[in-house]
């Protein structure tokens, strides 16, 4: 199986840290290069300890689940002969709490935009690709709450 890496670093840099005063920003280095400025979200810690400029772990989960949907759902399109033209999603994940008490994440509601070229798609054929793409997507499987798609598409003028 495949592993997947990411390093994750922080440093105090001198502040205060026993009396939770301690900033929350930190970044997040992938092995092709990418560094993501991270930080707590503002809803957990207040400004100036969380960084609202940064990604916080909540909004990179709800980003995962659509990243992965998106690319499964582009790779069926393909083979399936449906040209898309763009795919815009704006994801939203749902914070609450489980039937055990644990508070996470318990929904994600993706709203894909999808446009495609050339002649129309058949009745329901954009729903099965998402449909599809939702059961071959890992991120999906891999976390508690629902993972659910409201999508919609439009063909994009040839004009």
Not at 102 to 130: M, N, Q, T
Request: hydrophobic share 45%; with cysteine; net charge negative.
């Amino acid at each position: 199986m495949a592993s997947h890496e990411c390093t994750v670093e922080w440093s105090r840099a001198g502040a205060r840290f026993v009396d939770q005063q301690y900033s929350r920003a930190h970044a997040w280095r992938f092995d092709g290069g990418a560094v993501v400025a991270a930080s707590s979200s503002p809803h957990s810690v207040r400004v100036p300890l969380s960084d609202p400029a940064a990604v916080d772990p909540e909004e990179a989960l709800v980003a995962a689940v659509s990243s992965c949907h998106m690319l499964w759902f582009l790779s069926l399109a393909a083979q399936r002969g449906v040209v898309v033209d763009s795919y815009r999603d704006a994801a939203q994940g749902r914070m609450g709490a489980f039937a055990d008490g644990k508070r996470g994440i318990v929904e994600v509601l993706l709203r894909p935009e999808v446009r495609v070229a050339g002649d129309a798609p058949a009745d329901g054929e954009i729903e099965a690709l998402h449909h599809a793409a939702h059961e071959r997507c890992d991120i999906a499987h891999s976390i508690r709450g629902d993972v659910r798609v409201q999508g919609s598409w439009r063909a994009v003028d040839a004009n």
